[in-house]
């Protein structure tokens, strides 16, 4: 089944720097790959996504990558501030589902002031 | 976007009841409903995908005569711990599939 894998588990950034985090997985038939913010104790939300005709797509200060070759992607935020601090999960599809889903381990991100 | 609210927003039980959740999507019809298990500090486990008026299917690992979940309508789907142990207690979060996943704000289940 599809093997879901992020680094790094832990991200401290100072303000206004960049983040990255990077995701592999392991289902080359996988065509979709959203990424989900989730702050403690709430819902996960849908900050982006990215489907497998597309090598890189951005929204204001979030980006993301996809090397499908590699089965590789990653997300990039630029000019982080203290509410980016959450935790982020990447999640790759289960074969072609657009909505079935299988998450990341996680990275708590924390910015610093 | 799409609103799913769940019902109960925490729940404390003895060890051995039972407890239903509910999860309904309010301004859309999901065809398909997710659970899914969140313990602290860990990621979401995908526990089972819910189909209206189908069975369930279950993801490896999960007892499904002990998390028995019904999709009777489009808007509403139902996780019901049987016999609820205290290694049960965590947080559950369902999601409605309508082009994307939409997820409810969870369940914090605690068993004494």
């Known amino acids: 089944g599809e093997n879901v894998e992020q680094h790094p588990s832990t991200l401290s950034v100072q303000e206004g720097d960049s983040a990255v985090i990077k995701c592999t997985y392991s289902d080359s038939a996988s065509n979709y790959f959203p990424w989900y913010k989730q702050e403690l104790g709430k819902r996960p939300q849908l900050i982006i996504d990215i489907r497998s005709n597309v090598g890189e797509k951005k929204d204001q200060r979030i980006a993301v990558t996809l090397n499908k070759t590699a089965k590789h992607f990653s997300l990039h935020i630029t000019e982080t501030q203290p509410e980016d601090s959450a935790v982020y999960f990447c999640?790759?599809?289960?074969?072609?589902?657009?909505?079935?889903?299988?998450f990341g381990p996680g990275t708590s991100l924390s910015v610093i002031p | 976007g799409a609103v799913v609210s769940q019902h109960p927003s925490w729940v404390i039980c003895k060890s051995g009841t039972s407890v239903k959740i509910e999860c309904r999507s309010l301004?859309?019809?999901?065809?398909?409903m997710f659970w899914y298990r969140q313990f602290p500090k860990q990621s979401l486990m995908l526990m089972a995908t819910s189909n209206e008026g189908s069975k369930a299917t279950y993801e490896q690992g999960v007892e499904k005569d002990k998390f028995l979940i019904n999709h009777a309508s489009l808007t509403l789907s139902t996780l019901t711990v049987t016999s609820a142990h205290p290694e049960d207690s965590s947080f559950y979060i369902c999601s409605g599939s309508y082009n994307e996943q939409f997820f409810g704000p969870g369940t914090r289940l605690t068993v004494l």
């Open positions: 999640a790759a599809s289960i074969g072609t589902s657009y909505d079935k889903v299988i």
């Open positions: 301004d859309f019809q999901a065809t398909t």
